[in-house]
């Protein structure tokens, strides 16, 4: 155990925010006997606050500094990131499947978007380790889409009512499911308890079941001597005087009090879009376009996946109140990227017989925003015995004119300028999650659905931004998050994804970020 | 309309649990359905705004009005961003929050004086049910908003099956079980 001194004294490590990336780095660098410091800019949150409730759960997603959206699809900024411990994990659906190996090589196979700038087999092994610290249900012999990879050491989630009777639908149209892979405890897995299948995922767990940040690897950070610092919000990265050596960070505490904080190694893994945004904001005269930023990219390919959801109403009782949030059956049919209609293109799944509670932004009332008065009390009363559904994750194409700035009017209370997001669907993203929209639908009619609905097309996850490539000229980082123009500046978590694939990234952000603390700590830059 | 409740009634309305009332120098903890029952005072909404509100609430979603609709709206205005629990946290509007509802409501009360030369809390069931459908259709030609009239009834919609179906008496009510593990605050 390595002793921490307070702000004022060099660490070894600083890492601004405590989600996913986050925990993962702060663990292993900890554990490897390293000090580190964790800096929160949200509360503290701890498991006996995630109050099982739609309206209470909300505390957990975004409540700081407002984004400015533009363009014409937003990024649902304040809905799909998180603040406090454990950041946007916390309240993730746990849907933990792997990229496929074509993922990596997008622009190399299709002309279009970006190349990574590492392949699957460079990450096979850390989607392993990381499974087995924590603890994945599924059936890998199922998903007969699944690259290579170690078998998961649980067993898949219980299938209820509404995934069975979707999973009808589906095979009557030829198409092919399996067990939806989550990072959820199917049964007592290193000590921490069963999920009791009610579906309060993304309200957040309290038992353990669902490996969020406060589960797994925040303890195993703390246990190894990491303090994590809530109210802390890190307004710059300071640098040497050539801006090739990261020193520390300055941050604000909630009494106002602007601390520095001295470490050999910087990380930054707040989210894709503060990422960018403390490093725009940390322009020097040196750097005035921000740091980091030689190649001009920063911000630059700012992704989500478009997505939809099937509804419908049945015969039978669908006890959707049972189950994951996530869903409880997978199906990847629709990854191959150039197999579409028309000019659709890129790869996309179903998560299905996702958990339904009847308020929230995706609860059943809000499935059918149109109706109102005694036509809506009807709805819920048959819907609320009688509905099931199913999501899609679709590709959403990297491009460069989607992107992060700053403001060059607004600033938060620190004066640092919030960040500007501008962001529109691709065409072809826009085609292909029509495509799955039918397909959904026609899922539905075949599995005996007696109404059969779709949403409007959403905006699910935020990746890219700090993307990584081979070249100092066209990315930010390198394979292991390294910024080019800093080595010891390194950035985690989805903003490093040069594409987005059509499956949620919370494993991916776990196995890069597991490989990048392997190489630091074989590679200290500090 | 629920006139005159029992305890016991009001409490299995009571839908968002129990909040913090401050009356005078006393804090209160109950519902937002005891509050409307004791008729306790609003903190930032005004009696105009809070009859507008629950007019249309009610009609939204019936029921938003005995489950105290207008007292969790008001008491959440009270909070900070971080700590508000209205869905509005994630709809990308920027705080403060109650801006946006002070100012469709009054963008609301001048659509419905032109259209109906009244206040929307005179409006009769079958204007009311009228003006919700120009509402969600986006055909309220005199909304002065840079919000849509219809993302207003979809954000007042949704605050309303919060308190309506949201709780677990309103699972209850859709005979569906709440199963928490760990329960809201009493009655929650």
């Known amino acids: 155990m390595v002793l921490l001194a307070d702000a004022g004294q060099a660490l070894d490590v600083v890492i601004v925010g405590s989600g996913a990336a986050a925990s993962v780095m702060a663990a292993l660098l900890a554990e490897a006997g390293k000090s580190v410091l964790l800096l929160e800019t949200g509360a503290e949150r701890q498991s006996a606050n995630m109050i099982s409730s739609q309206i209470w759960g909300r505390r957990m997603k975004w409540g700081g500094e407002p984004v400015l959206d533009a363009g014409r699809h937003s990024v649902a900024y304040n809905f799909n990131m998180g603040r406090g411990t454990g950041g946007s994990a916390m309240h993730q659906y746990a849907v933990w499947p792997r990229l496929h190996p074509a993922d990596f090589t997008l622009a190399s196979d299709h002309g279009v978007g970006l190349d990574w700038p590492l392949a699957y087999d460079d990450l096979r092994l850390h989607y392993d380790r990381v499974q087995q610290e924590v603890g994945i249900s599924g059936d890998a012999a199922a998903e007969h889409w699944r690259p290579e990879g170690a078998p998961y050491p649980m067993g898949p989630v219980p299938t209820f009512p509404q995934g069975r009777i979707i999973a009808r639908g589906f095979e009557r149209l030829n198409l092919s499911t399996s067990p939806l892979p989550l990072a959820i405890n199917s049964r007592v897995y290193q000590g921490r308890a069963a999920c009791l299948w009610d579906g309060w995922c993304d309200a957040g767990c309290p038992i353990g079941a669902l490996a969020n940040p406060l589960a797994v690897y925040l303890p195993r950070a703390q246990q190894a001597g990491a303090v994590l610092r809530h109210n802390a919000t890190v307004t710059r990265v300071l640098t040497d005087r050539t801006d090739r050596r990261a020193l520390g960070v300055e941050y604000v505490q909630a009494n106002g009090e602007v601390r520095h904080q001295s470490a050999d190694l910087v990380v930054l893994a707040a989210n894709p879009i503060q990422n960018p945004r403390i490093l725009f904001a940390s322009g020097t005269r040196r750097s005035p376009t921000g740091l980091a930023n030689s190649s001009g990219k920063l911000g630059n390919y700012l992704m989500s996946h478009p997505t939809v959801s099937t509804f419908g109403l049945f015969v039978e009782e669908t006890y959707s109140y049972y189950g994951p949030k996530g869903g409880q059956l997978l199906c990847q049919d629709g990854y191959q990227k150039d197999q579409h209609q028309g000019h659709a293109f890129g790869s996309y799944q179903w998560m299905i017989a996702q958990a339904l509670k009847p308020n929230d932004l995706l609860g059943i009332a809000n499935s059918r925003p149109e109706l109102y008065g005694t036509k809506l009390t009807e709805f819920m009363a048959r819907a609320a015995q009688h509905i099931a559904t199913m999501a899609t994750v679709c590709e959403g194409l990297p491009m460069q004119e989607n992107r992060v700035g700053i403001s060059a009017k607004s600033k938060d209370k620190y004066g640092m300028p919030l960040a500007e997001v501008t962001h529109s669907f691709a065409p072809s993203s826009l085609a292909l999650v029509e495509e799955a929209r039918q397909e959904g639908e026609a899922v539905f009619r075949a599995a005996g659905a007696t109404e059969v609905w779709s949403s409007g097309v959403n905006a699910m996850h935020i990746m890219g931004g700090t993307v990584m490539g081979t070249s100092p000229d066209a990315s930010v980082t390198n394979s292991y998050g390294q910024t080019h123009d800093i080595p010891n500046l390194v950035i985690a978590g989805a903003g490093l994804f040069p594409t987005s694939g059509g499956v949620n990234p919370t494993f991916t952000i776990h196995a890069l970020a597991r490989r990048a603390a392997t190489y630091l700590l074989d590679h200290w830059p500090g | ?188």
Request: hydrophobic share 45%; charged share 15%; with cysteine.
């Open chain 2, 1 to 188: 309309m629920m006139t005159n409740p029992s305890r016991r009634r009001f409490i299995a309305a009571g839908g968002v649990g129990l909040l913090s009332f401050v009356v005078g120098d006393s804090c209160l903890r109950i519902s937002p359905a005891e509050a409307r029952y004791k008729k306790l005072p609003l903190g930032n909404l005004n009696a105009t705004q809070a009859s507008a509100l629950e007019r249309l609430g009610d009609a939204l979603v019936p029921g938003a009005a005995d489950s105290g609709l207008v007292y969790f709206l008001d008491q959440q205005l009270s909070t900070s961003t971080e700590d508000c629990m209205l869905m509005i946290r994630y709809l990308g509007v920027a705080p403060p929050y109650k801006d946006f509802y002070i100012q469709s409501l009054a963008a609301l009360e001048t659509a419905c004086l032109r259209r109906y030369q009244k206040d929307s809390a005179q409006l009769s069931a079958s204007q009311v049910a009228q003006l919700i459908d120009a509402l969600l259709s986006g055909s309220l030609l005199d909304w002065q908003q840079s919000l849509p009239a219809a993302f207003f009834a979809f954000v007042l919609r949704s605050d309303a099956s919060d308190v309506v179906y949201g709780t677990e008496a309103g699972f209850d009510r859709l005979g569906i079980p709440y199963m928490a593990h760990i329960p809201p605050p009493a009655p929650w």
